[in-house]
């Protein structure tokens, strides 16, 4: 149509550019609608399954509950009020042995672990995936141990069955009949199906580390982009946690630096791998501590007023770590509370749950006082 003929129709220059404007700023809308309804829908497939795990939560790392079960007299208290607070259930009234109670306290993390991996956003799942491989690592290590110091006889009570660790690859070790046969058994494992160093304990261990270190780097890669940042720091941070206890832990018991260097893992998003030599080097805790100057994780410790550097135990080295983790599943929650947040804090807080409920039981098993029991356990300020 000519502009001649658009002006015999009524039809002016400046309409027409008004109407182009107008489609270019509907287009600008759509797009931006586009946009942010993939954002709602996202978060939208995140609502049920956090305000689940609110629901569930952490109990055993909360001041009120932790409180009341540590003044129980009995195992057998705790246990029926863990049954009526919903934290444990098909469980004995009583239990007999300190196997017994490893295994409520195991049983109850895994089962928990599973239920909720099968009820989050598809896009989280990678991430609990992982996190039970890190308990599959943790039983891992138990057979290793166990195995190749000769005390197979207590693997199959002592084991929980969880992914890769069947009752017919405990009994492929158990039944071995000598070294060679039980390092063949564990190599079936795909943890340690790469390795081909020297069949030890120590290096089996940290192979079996490395390998499940690997795993959690590159959950970022499995997970959508929307959430592969938040994802790739909790990963980096936690395993920043890791070698840092494992640096620790050796000034502690007065490692060679050398020693402790080689069971450095990977390194994690703030501490890098020269950073870590450099705190591996260190002459003891405070220079350690002194030596990660200027980082997140020096905030939350020189925060620790209770951490005495120059007369730690290794109780108190334990609460430190724990701490770390706490203070870091806090800040994930409230920076990333409509999408991982809530699972990032959950996951860290188990572990800690875990140990909480383990030296209920096992303290007064034992028959520790109240201010004992409450020493061995972290609480959530």
Do not use: W
């Given at each position: 149509m ?14 027409v ?35 689940r ?31 009526n ?46 996190f ?31 992914g ?7 009994k ?21 199906k790469g390795?081909?160093?020297e069949?030890?304990?120590?290096e ?6 490395t ?51 080689s ?15 450099e ?14 100057s ?45 999408t ?15 140990k ?26």
């Amino acid at each position: 149509m000519s502009i001649v003929d658009s002006l015999m129709l009524g039809i002016t220059p400046e309409m027409v550019i008004g109407f182009f404007a107008v489609a270019v700023i509907l287009m600008v809308i759509l797009f931006l609608f586009q946009s942010y309804y993939d954002i709602l829908i996202e978060i939208a497939s995140f609502v049920y399954p956090n305000a689940r795990i609110s629901s569930i939560g952490t109990p055993l790392i909360k001041k009120e509950v932790v409180n009341e079960l540590s003044e129980h007299e009995s195992v057998s208290e705790i246990l029926i009020s863990l049954r009526n607070m919903n934290i444990l259930s098909n469980i004995p009234d009583s239990t007999g042995s300190r196997k017994e109670i490893e295994n409520i306290v195991k049983d109850k993390v895994i089962s928990d672990m599973i239920s909720m991996k099968n009820s989050v956003p598809k896009a989280e799942r990678p991430l609990f995936e992982t996190f039970l491989d890190i308990y599959e690592a943790k039983i891992l290590k138990t057979i290793i141990s166990c195995s190749l110091t000769g005390d197979t006889n207590n693997i199959e009570s002592n084991v929980t069955y969880l992914g890769h660790i069947t009752e017919s690859f405990v009994k492929d070790i158990t039944s071995a009949s000598n070294r060679d046969e039980i390092i063949a058994a564990l190599k079936i494992h795909p943890f340690l199906k790469g390795y081909s160093g020297e069949a030890t304990i120590e290096e089996l261990i940290h192979y079996t580390d490395t390998v499940l270190t690997t795993k959690l780097t590159s959950i970022r890669f499995k997970v959508p982009p929307s959430i592969a940042n938040p994802i790739s720091e909790f990963t980096g941070r936690y395993i920043d946690i890791g070698n840092l206890n494992t640096i620790l832990r050796g000034k502690l018991f007065g490692e060679n630096p050398e020693i402790t260097e080689s069971h450095i893992i990977l390194p994690g998003f703030q501490l890098s791998e020269a950073k870590l030599k450099e705190l591996a080097k260190a002459e003891n805790i405070t220079e350690v501590i002194s030596g990660l100057s200027g980082t997140y994780y020096s905030e939350i410790i020189n925060s620790e007023a209770a951490f005495n550097t120059d007369a730690v135990s290794q109780r108190e080295l334990g609460k430190l770590i724990d701490r770390l983790y706490l203070d870091m599943a806090n800040r994930f929650r409230s920076s990333y509370a409509l999408t991982v947040g809530p699972s990032i804090k959950y996951l860290l807080t188990r572990f800690i749950e875990e140990k909480n409920m383990r030296a209920l039981l096992m303290g007064r098993f034992v028959n520790l006082n109240k201010e004992d029991i409450e020493d061995m356990i972290t609480l959530e300020a």
